[in-house]
């Protein structure tokens, strides 16, 4: 009796040590890879880029939880996505609304990488890159000390929802 007792109290608490770690799983466009650890572990790969503190923001503790953009819907962070949409040329390919130009568009309804459709997917293969030409654009990707941080990221795609199919926001589901 003692030893089942042990038994169930022994999975019972490797379930909540699970769950309590438990968060999204980021695989490349690429090749289907995991970098959710490199992520994690990349320095300079958080925060507010206007504070330069590299504090992890909200936005970014949610999104790494549960895969919701709470940007989505928030004019001030869309307005600054927007910026850095322009910021780091995203307008060359994917033309000034992202809807695409030499670059296919990030808008929808039908989206070039199926997850795309996603905040998850769509963070997946900005954060990377593709095999279809663009490279990664993720902090520390193009070079050890550059790229997008995951809250600048988080706005920039806030904004391309602003562009797509009325009520396509990315969160859908969770």
Known sequence: ?????????????????????AGVKFT???????????LMATKGAFGD???????????????LETGKNIYVGDAAAEKRGKKRFGYWSCTQCHGPTAKGQVGPGLVGPTFRYPKDATNKGMFETIWYGTNGGM????????APDDGMTVDELLKTIAWVRTNGSKGVTGNEGL
Not at 30 to 38: A, L, S, V
Not at 49 to 63: P, R
Not at 136 to 142: H, L, R, T
């Open 49 to 63: 880029t206007k504070k330069k503190d590299n504090v992890m923001t909200e936005a970014e503790k949610v999104f």
């Open 28 to 38: 490349k466009t690429t090749d289907g890879t995991d970098f959710t650890e490199k």
């Open 1 to 21: 009796m003692f030893s089942k007792k042990v038994l169930v109290s022994t999975l019972l608490a490797a379930c909540l040590a699970c769950s309590a770690n």
């Open 135 to 142: 490279g990664g654009k993720g902090f520390g990707v193009m």
